[in-house]
């Protein structure tokens, strides 16, 4: 499976020079969302972390996604994993799981995101899983930012990696692109382009 071109022929990895909401520069955008726009990527993309999560071995029972971003793409795991979906969400900034959803003593939970960047929004739903008396098992994400090491990559742990060590953490992919800071910005050292902010149309 080509995960790249599948997400840039979903027009959700840009290519160009692009202004992210840290003010730094990069020469790609990763729009996560947008790849799920077709439900067919969805089923195709959580089939591929399904065989990798199904080869380890590793026994699950639930999947909770932090919402929004993890939604679609942990219910999407949840079903090809044939598992129990839900998600937490925040409640005055806490990450939080509410809607009656029940989460047993020892449950086995996996945690699912859209795209694991730091792997922050993950480790607040974990906490949350852990309080109501769940296991978290793993972490799993669609595409990997390339800050956090995964199964089947020889990616390296960043500092700023928040998942924890000896959990495994699953993804197909790792989106690693330099950022700059504008002023050693290699593209705007080139002058033929200006850095321009994605979604700026509201999105
Ligand atoms: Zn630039």
Redo the contacts with the bound molecule.
């Keep these: 499976m080509n995960v790249k071109k599948i997400y840039m022929d979903a027009d959700a990895l840009l290519e160009g ?1 692009f ?1 992210l909401s840290s003010g730094n ?1 990069s020469q790609f955008y990763l729009q996560s969302a947008k790849v799920l726009e077709d439900p067919k990527n969805a089923k195709i993309l959580a089939e591929g972390v399904t065989e990798q999560i199904k080869a380890s071995g590793l026994e699950v029972d639930t999947i909770c996604a932090p919402a929004l971003g993890g939604l679609i793409a942990g219910f999407a795991l949840a079903t090809a994993l044939d598992k129990r979906s839900i998600f937490a969400e925040r409640v005055d900034k806490v990450m939080t799981i509410r809607r009656g959803f029940e989460i047993a003593k020892g449950e086995r939970v996996m945690i699912c995101e859209d795209i694991i960047t730091t792997g922050g929004s993950a480790m607040e739903a974990a906490a949350a899983v852990e309080a109501m008396g769940g296991v978290v098992v793993g972490f799993a994400a669609l595409a990997n930012r390339g800050f956090c090491d995964r199964q089947n990559s020889d990616i390296t742990k960043k500092p700023n990696c928040k998942l924890p060590d000896g959990v495994p953490f699953f993804a197909l992919e790792d989106f690693t692109f330099e950022m ?1 800071t ?1 002023e050693e ?1 290699p ?2 050292k080139e002058g033929k382009s200006e ?1 321009i902010k994605p979604g700026s149309r509201g999105n």
């Design positions: 020079h202004k520069h700059y504008p910005c593209l705007c850095a």
